[in-house]
């Protein structure tokens, strides 16, 4: 009797422990599917919603660093597939470095931050699509330009179109005025300089000719959601 008892008390305990590991690889097989999913769906909210899931379920199923960076790197190569239906297609693929010291929340802020960064331009260069001829040379000049004095008076010299018109057609097409178009531009470059270089808070806002380093902080957290320091501190630890 005593060897029965033992038998079924083991039988229904390694039952019940594997009962919430497989629920476990269910929820990270679904979740994996609607990731895949929203990929095909083309919608970059939803593709960003779909991969947080992936990375707390995995996380809750104590998936290895390993199996982890395997499917974050699948959706990554899915995100760049995507890319290249759009200008983006001669872009240089970058992948997160995995350093097993780091832990999940590092790499998982690595991976969020590249494919936020790469479903941003490939909406912008699906906007573009959309733009009329004179709305694009206006695009295109604040691209070339943001990182010097840009005024509509500039603007309108190097396009050729009225300053009015200019005012009218831009924010009639893409919903932004210039000039927040412009802050947009030079915030994304700052937060790139912050990524990659080693010059000062203080530099990169006057390179990206934001000369007032408590206006460059209070334009960087309205697209950023923190502080210039707040955001290199996170990236660095």
Same mark, same amino acid.
């Given at each position: /009797?005593?060897? !029965?008892?033992?038998?079924?008390? /083991?039988?229904?305990? !390694? ?30 909210? *939803? ?9 707390? !379920? ?43 010291? *780091? ?43 943001? !990182?010097? *004095? ?22 009639? *097409? ?64």
């Amino acid at each position: /009797y005593m060897v !029965c008892d033992l038998l079924r008390y /083991y039988d229904r305990h !390694c039952v019940e422990a594997w009962k919430p590991a497989y629920e476990r690889e269910q929820n990270v097989a679904k979740a994996r599917h609607i990731a895949v999913k929203s990929l095909h769906s083309r919608h970059g909210e *939803e593709v960003i919603s779909a991969l947080d899931m992936l990375f707390l !379920c995995a996380q809750e199923s104590l998936f290895s660093l390993g199996a982890l960076y395997g499917m974050a790197n699948s959706m990554l190569d899915e995100i760049y597939s995507w890319a290249a239906e759009t200008e983006n297609s001669g872009k240089q693929m970058i992948w997160p470095e995995l350093h097993p010291y *780091e832990g999940f929340a590092l790499y998982k802020s690595k991976v969020m931050q590249i494919a936020a960064q790469m479903i941003q331009e490939i909406e912008q260069n699906v906007k573009k699509n959309m733009y009329s001829p004179s709305v694009l040379s206006i695009i295109q000049y604040l691209e070339e330009h943001y !990182c010097e *004095e840009v005024s509509l008076d500039s603007i309108s010299q190097a396009v050729h179109l009225n300053k009015t018109y200019i005012s009218t057609a831009f924010k009639r *097409e893409t919903g932004e005025n210039v000039s927040d178009c412009l802050q947009r531009l030079r915030v994304q470059r700052a937060e790139q300089l912050l990524e990659k270089s080693a010059m000062s808070i203080r530099e990169i806002a006057q390179y990206v000719k934001i000369d007032d380093p408590a206006y460059f902080a209070k334009v960087f957290r309205k697209y950023k959601g923190m502080t210039p320091t707040d955001y290199r501190n996170s990236i660095r630890f």
